[in-house]
DNA sequence: CTAGATGTTAAGGT
DNA sequence: CACCTTAACATCTA
């Protein structure tokens, strides 16, 4: 589920297990990931160099060679990655594989190859290319209601990325759960209030599941996460969860305690 | 067999 | 211009 939290965690596991070996070989099983850069071109940057540090902005991870390249990560719907001895079997769905010379290798998965790879020596250049709005996690409470807008519904807005980056259709259900609004509510029809407690409610949100590894099975109780896809009865309010359809995906909710 | 699944983007409509 | 919906991308699963 790669939203701004799982891919705050891929940055960790990234950092603790790849930084600073030496790629002896680098490898691409499926050209369709690539933006921008041909296979050739990625593996001869790739190959003898170290990954030296990294950075996330939204979705996005940005590794820094020890060169000026960063090496350019987005996950799709179903990404991943995987660092294994080469002992172990490459994971299925493997698009790019990185050998260090101490054997170890880094794969990064796109069951679905929706996920993009790229090249840029320029993050800050990459973001403002790809029009990506402020990190979700950087935004205080006069950001938020700036980058938020006025017109559009409240699920859209925090899920445009060119408005905010890092949140997707589970979390921005999540957020609008805890703050107990509808997502279809216009942006400009919220009271001060209301803002205020979404601005809250999207930094719990995304702390408590970064705090959780994204990992949906560590959720607090009381969370909508185990709930989507049932028709069960809300912890809080004793609604009858459902969905509807909002900006191209399906939004579950409580309709009684999140009204229009 | 079909519909839908965590994301992004382009195209077309209001 | 601002915003919305739809479809497409590729693969797997219920």
Redesign the pocket.
């Known amino acids: ?3 701004l939290p ?1 891919v705050e965690i891929y940055k960790r596991y990234l950092d603790a297990t790849s930084l600073h070996k030496k790629i002896r070989r680098a490898e691409v099983t499926s050209g ?1 990931i690539l933006e921008g850069v041909f296979a050739r071109r990625l593996v001869r940057e790739l190959r003898g160099r170290k990954l030296s540090s990294s950075l996330r902005h ?2 996005y991870l940005f590794i820094r060679l020890d060169s000026p390249m960063w090496l350019v990560l ?5 990404g991943d990655l995987a660092y294994y001895g080469e002992d172990r079997e490459t994971p ?2 493997g698009r790019l594989i990185l050998t260090f010379t101490n054997g170890y290798r880094l794969a990064y998965i796109s ?4 996920g993009k790879v790229s090249l840029t020596y320029d993050p800050e250049g990459y973001i403002k290319g ?2 990506l709005g402020p990190d979700a996690m950087a935004l205080d409470l006069k950001g938020f209601r700036k980058a938020l ?5 409240v699920k ?2 925090l ?3 060119r408005r905010i980056a890092g ?4 979390y921005s259900d999540e957020m609008l759960y805890l703050a107990g609004l509808h997502p279809k509510k216009v942006v400009g029809s919220l009271t001060k209030e209301q803002t205020g407690e979404l601005h809250r409610a999207m930094r719990h949100v995304l702390r408590t599941a970064v705090r959780k590894k994204a990992d949906p099975e560590r959720m607090p109780r009381g969370w909508l996460l185990p709930l ?1 896809g049932s028709k069960e009865k809300c912890p809080r309010c004793g609604g009858t969860i459902r ?1 509807i ?6 939004a579950w909710y409580c309709p009684s305690h999140q009204r229009l």
């Open positions: 589920m790669p939203e799982d369709k939204g979705k987005h996950f799709g719907m179903t299925e769905h069951q679905r190859l929706l790809k029009g807008g006025k017109r559009s519904g859209s807005a899920m445009n990325q949140i997707g259709n589970v989507r969905s359809k909002a900006v191209g995906r399906r």
